[in-house]
């Protein structure tokens, strides 16, 4: 299949045309290298560089190419930055995947599999967490991704579009390759923070709370490798082509870690010291987030491969110590 992978020089969209490539499908990945890296994109994908805003844009990647579906990535993530600038985030998030909608209706294409987050879902009613659970996001990052779950029930009810919604808990880890991994800035996630810290990079990290009603008082999250969560995404295609229903799954590995256990786990992979404090609470973090996948393994036949925590910080170790600036362009 030939397909369309918007946001496809990110941390998650580069891991997925990566799998996409390998499992022997042509790629087109689009982004517009604000908060990617070219050098992410294998180099069997095709490349353009340019904005979903921009529907001149976009209606020259569908008629140069002959796309069966579309991967949508291209966002802006990160929580605390969505609470001060969320019209940023609407502008980017939500405006953006409407022009993405608009162009594939005009290209005649039906298929979509859409990055959503855990963040839709807010306080937690229930652990582990059911797609059928209330969405009540804390943060503009989450209701924009939310918002466009709706846009994308209304554009299949009106021109059926059908969409796969996919919620990730905590993206980590990085390809087995080593070739590709995960380099935001500024880095504001608890894996790669703490493997700066190790490569001496930082002098300490802060475990923002201890007073959580957790069992050791810090934040307990579910992470969940990349590479397991870019073979999600292609098991959601290959659905849509099966039953041709829309659908939203979560996308964990169904078990929690604390901050104080991730930390732990990170001195015996890399052998280092990794100095820890405890700060204050950060605004707007829930304390457990654990998601139910079980519906995802049901229907779409998905087992994470890189299943525990071990894998995922020894993955991501053998990125950071192998690149540790990084990809280097920015
Ligand atoms: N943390 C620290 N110190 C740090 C960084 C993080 O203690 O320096 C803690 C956080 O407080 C949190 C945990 O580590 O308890 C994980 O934090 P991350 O920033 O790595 O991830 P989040 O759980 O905040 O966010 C992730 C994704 C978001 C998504 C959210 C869904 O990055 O995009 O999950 O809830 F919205």
Redesign the pocket.
Same mark, same amino acid.
């Given at each position: 299949m030939n397909i369309l992978v918007c946001g496809g020089a990110g941390y998650i969209g580069s891991h997925t045309v990566y799998e996409l490539i390998e499992q022997g499908h042509s790629v087109v990945a689009a982004d517009n290298l604000c908060k990617g890296h070219r050098a992410a994109v294998h180099k069997d994908a095709s490349f353009y560089e340019g904005d979903l805003r921009d529907s001149t844009f976009l209606d020259k990647v569908f008629s140069e190419n002959k796309i069966d579906a579309v991967i949508d990535f291209a966002a802006f993530?990160l +929580?605390g930055e969505s609470c001060s600038e969320p019209l940023k985030y609407f502008d980017n998030n939500v405006y953006g995947t409407v022009r993405l909608l608009e162009a594939m209706v005009r290209a005649g294409v039906k298929k979509i599999v859409f990055s959503s987050?855990?963040?839709t879902y807010g306080e937690p009613e229930n652990i582990p967490i059911l797609e059928s659970d209330r969405t009540f996001p804390t943060n503009p990052?989450?209701e924009s991704k939310l918002t466009v779950e709706k846009i994308l029930k209304w554009s299949d009810a009106a021109y059926g579009i059908k969409y796969v919604a996919l919620r990730y808990?905590?993206a980590a880890g990085a390809h087995i390759s080593g070739e590709i991994g995960e380099d935001h800035s500024p880095e504001?996630?608890?894996i790669p923070?703490i493997l700066q810290t190790a490569l001496g990079q930082r002098e300490q990290?802060?475990?923002?709370g201890n007073d959580y009603p957790t069992p050791d008082g810090t934040?307990v999250?579910d992470y969940i490798h990349v590479t397991d969560l870019a073979d999600a995404h292609i098991k959601a295609i290959e659905k849509l082509f099966r039953d041709e229903t829309s659908a939203v799954y979560n996308l964990g590995n169904g078990k929690g870690f604390s +901050?104080k256990e991730v930390v732990e786990e990170a001195r015996r992979v890399t052998g280092k010291e990794i100095k820890a404090v405890i700060e204050g609470r950060?605004a707007g973090?829930p304390s457990t987030?654990i998601a139910s996948s079980e519906k995802a393994m049901k229907e779409l036949g998905w087992t994470p491969r890189f299943n525990t925590l071990t894998k995922i910080i020894e993955s991501a170790w053998n990125w950071h110590k192998t690149h540790p600036t990084g990809y280097n362009d920015k």
């Open positions: 993530s +929580v987050t855990a963040a990052y989450g808990f905590n504001s996630h608890l923070i990290i802060a475990m923002f934040c999250r +901050v950060r973090d987030l």
